[in-house]
């Protein structure tokens, strides 16, 4: 099956500071999504992102679909973005079904 | 518009009981998946149902076993429970069709075995 790899797989920053994070995935997908695992478990979607570039406020994200990797920007980190940011990737197969394939995460620590 | 919604969101059963959790998708949305997250393994997916079927399988045991129901809310069962199967139940909507569309999940049900 496909592989993903996150990396750092842990970060600690200063508030205010920013950030770059890496998804690696073995195979072409046609899904590529980022989420936001809150600390009572739940995955927040931050961004849809199979190719291309998407900005939301201080985060954005960039797919290179051709070379196989995502990057996740968090810019200006405040302590509420603490937390694990997940990577997940699904390949596409013409059936419509459907299998995230998750990346181990990134575990932030925005420090006041 | 509603978000995904799943109960209970916390259970405790005792090793070789059964346990049944529910889901129910965003309004329109026909595709349920379940994901199991553990600190070992991480997230890893299920299963996956579309119109009363169950359409995709991950490489779980049979114990693992689910349904849908014609409104598109689903319920996963686990049966003769054991201590490894503790863990955060995640599933997931989307909508119907061929693309990969994006995926919502839900707040996850926390199964603890002892």
């Known amino acids: 099956g496909i592989q993903v790899e996150q990396s750092p797989p842990d970060l600690i920053l200063q508030e205010g500071a920013n950030s770059t994070l890496r998804c690696n995935f073995s195979d072409s997908v046609n899904n590529l999504q980022w989420f936001h695992q809150n600390p009572w478990g739940q995955l927040i979607n931050l961004f849809y992102?199979?190719?291309g570039t998407k900005q939301n406020g201080r985060l954005s994200a960039t797919t290179v679909a051709t070379e196989r990797y995502s990057l996740l920007y968090i810019s200006s980190s405040q302590t509420t973005d603490s937390g694990v940011y997940f990577c997940?990737?699904?390949?596409?197969?013409?059936?419509?079904?459907?299998?995230?394939?998750f990346g181990s995460g990134t575990r932030l620590q925005v420090q006041p | 518009k509603a978000g995904v919604t799943q109960t209970p969101r916390y259970l405790i059963k005792t090793r070789g009981q059964q346990v049944t959790l529910s889901c129910s998708p965003i309004s329109g949305h026909r595709s349920v998946s379940w994901y199991q997250q553990t600190p070992g393994q991480g997230l890893q997916f299920l299963f996956e149902?579309?119109?009363?079927?169950?359409?995709n399988k991950g490489n779980f045991p049979g114990r693992f076993s689910g349904r849908q129901f014609s409104n598109s809310r689903s319920e996963m069962n686990v049966s003769t429970l054991e201590l490894g199967d503790s863990a955060l139940y995640l599933c997931a909507s989307s909508s119907p069709g061929l693309a990969a569309y994006e995926q919502y999940f839900g707040p996850g049900t926390r199964l603890t075995v002892t």
């Open positions: 149902y579309f119109s009363e079927t169950q359409r």
């Open positions: 997940a990737v699904e390949r596409g197969n013409g059936t419509g079904r459907r299998a995230l394939t």
């Open positions: 992102i199979p190719s």
